[in-house]
């Protein structure tokens, strides 16, 4: 029985035991904060320390954003040049492409003005309207109109209202 009472009496003062054991104990489960007292001195410290610095970190600011446009600049001025190279090709090429074509129509024009005019007109019958018609505007008006005459009569008429059309200083130039 007496180890009884000595086993419940442990008990009961094992808990309040424990407590007094941790208070003992300086800062065991306490977290030291360094206490931050603010007076009229620090306040004014901070306030001077800020207005210090503000002009050093604007230039700062100032110097990143200089640095950060010149990039910006290099980067288009790359840009515009490979865009003008890239220009100066496309005028080379378009000029070469519009050479081309004055030839090629010049000679066209040239092998249509020596046809028969029946054999032309069955070929230009057979040819998109719209460069049917451009050839026979740039043949000798006679030479035209007997080759319109040894036409169809519906492709005849066609061509000649584009021709009309086309001569025509009310009709926009602008295809749109």
Known sequence: MMNT???????????????????????????????????????????????????????????LQKQELETLQKDVDE??????TRRAEYEDWLKR?????????????????????????SQLAELDPEIASAIVMKL?????????GEMPADKAAMLTRIIASATDPNTSKDPS
């Open 97 to 121: 492409r519009n050479d081309f074509l004055k030839s090629a129509e010049a000679g066209l024009v040239e092998i249509y003005r020596k046809m028969k005019p029946d054999a032309a007109a």
């Open 140 to 148: 000798p008006p006679r030479q035209s109109s007997t080759i319109l």
């Open 79 to 84: 840009r515009i040049k490979v865009l003008e």
């Open 5 to 63: 009472t000595l086993s419940t009496l442990a008990r009961k003062l094992a808990l309040p035991l424990a407590g007094f054991v941790m208070m003992a104990i300086p800062g065991a489960f306490a977290e030291e904060r360094p206490v931050v007292t603010t007076t009229k001195a620090s306040t004014d410290e901070v306030r001077e320390f800020c207005t210090n610095i503000a002009d050093a970190a604007r230039d700062q600011r100032y110097l």
